[in-house]
């Protein structure tokens, strides 16, 4: 009786795997929070040697605070009910808390750590012991006690670096976020109790799937918004005018090869899967690359709409031509995720970019984008090459595949 009353908070087999209105409701607050990562990111342009490194580290270790917040309750959304009031009122609370770090990331590294970790450390340490009482009893209520006690274990670090020397917040946050996340990656293993293997966790895959492509297109209009900004706070010109329509197309042409087949099969391919933990992991991973490309890329933008045929500094390299690389990667690890296979069109374009990025160094930053935005062209179009000749694949991870020994869990 004592775990039926808890198992009232579970997601049924009739719910319905669309995101709900408080979720999409709850993604604003993360648009907040990747345009002030994204203007961590432009605010590097002008650095150089250790003071871009440093920069770009801090800047990462930011966005991948708020990756671990936002995966942490979508995951919560796929196994519980959201339309109970409890969870109704996690995923609200957890709101006003991303939106606090997303107001203090600008400076959260300086004078606004302590405001940034008590944020993060309320999701992370007080929000799972909120799940676990509302659980009552029930056998799922010992992996949000695990989630709480590996939290509390690293919140001694993300204390220190916040309220210690400056020079100390770096290395210290490092190793507390190196915690949380090898934490996840373990299953939280506590003494006695084990490992919840998240692998093997019963989840809403299609609900999984369908946020995880609603957070890329979160991303993706922000790079639409910093590409609208930045022209229309500029002096209009020809040249800038011609770097706003490449950065535009490169944004569709992201949009493209990403919903081509395996984005668009994502939710079909969770929804399929014998173990959608699995394969709900390995999308969660990748589509942090995703969206951390999407990002990286915006901010090439904005350096080639403000100087179009500016000198060339090899800074901007990693903007215009590391974004789209790095979503490249991404694409190849997903479609190696829902169909088994490394894509030949990502490779060459992978290949492509690589080969090109050290010519493009000396030349300007339009010509950069204009040759990322032909290259991403091409993948495109081999693409639907391929799509043309080929029957329509079907769903084949060997990710989510049960293998012997393996059994899901009711973790």
């Not at 009482?133 to 695990?146: I, S, T, Y």
């Not at 969660?284 to 090439?300: K, P, Q, W």
């Not at 190849?332 to 493009?360: C, E, K, N, Q």
């Not at 991403?376 to 000749?389: E, G, K, M, N, Q």
């Amino acid at each position: 009786m004592v775990a039926g009353r808890g198992a009232g908070l579970l997601r049924p087999a009739t719910s319905s795997g669309r995101a709900t209105f408080l979720e999409l409701f709850f993604d604003l607050a993360f648009v907040v929070a990747l345009t002030q990562v994204s203007h961590r990111f432009a605010d590097l342009r002008s650095d150089t040697g250790w003071t871009l490194v440093t920069g770009l580290g801090r800047t990462l270790l930011l966005f991948l605070a708020l990756w671990l917040i936002w995966s942490h309750t979508t995951w919560i959304t796929s196994r519980y009910e959201p339309e109970r009031s409890t969870i109704q009122a996690v995923v609200v609370g957890t709101m006003f808390a991303a939106l606090v770090m997303a107001v203090t990331l600008p400076r959260a590294m300086e004078e606004r750590a302590l405001p940034f970790t008590v944020a993060y450390l309320m999701v992370m340490v007080v929000r799972p012991l909120v799940v676990a009482a509302a659980l009552r009893g029930h056998p799922r209520r010992l992996v949000p006690f695990r989630l709480a006690a590996w939290s509390a274990l690293s919140a001694p670090l993300w204390l220190v670096g916040a309220l210690g020397p400056d020079r100390l917040r770096l290395p210290l946050w490092a190793a507390a976020l190196a915690v949380d996340y090898l934490a996840w990656a373990l299953g939280w293993p506590l003494p006695r109790l084990g490992a919840a293997a998240v692998g093997r966790w019963r989840i809403t895959g299609e609900h999984l799937a369908e946020r995880h492509q609603q957070m890329f297109l979160v991303a993706l209009g922000e790079s639409i918004l910093v590409i609208g900004v930045v022209f229309g706070g500029v002096d209009y010109s020809a040249e800038r005018a011609a770097a706003f329509g490449v950065a535009f197309t490169t944004s569709a042409l992201l949009w493209r090869i990403y919903f081509h087949r395996a984005g668009r099969l994502l939710n079909e391919a969770l929804g399929r899967a014998r173990l959608p933990g699995r394969l709900g992991t390995a999308s969660e991973r990748t589509h942090g690359l995703i969206v951390l490309s999407v990002l990286v890329t915006a901010v090439g933008y904005e350096l080639v709409i403000a100087e179009p045929f500016g000198p060339p500094r090899p800074t901007w390299l990693l903007f215009v031509v590391g974004g789209p690389v790095l979503f490249l990667v991404a694409r190849v690890r997903l479609d190696y995720a829902i169909f088994g296979r490394v894509p030949g069109s990502g490779m060459i374009g992978l290949v492509v970019l690589l080969l090109v990025t050290a010519a493009l160094a000396r030349w300007s930053p339009m010509v950069g984008l204009s040759a990322v935005a032909g290259v991403l062209a091409l993948v495109a179009l081999l693409d639907a090459v391929r799509s043309r000749r080929r029957p329509r694949e079907d769903f084949a991870s060997p990710i989510a595949r049960e293998t012997p020994g393996s059994r899901e869990s009711e973790a």
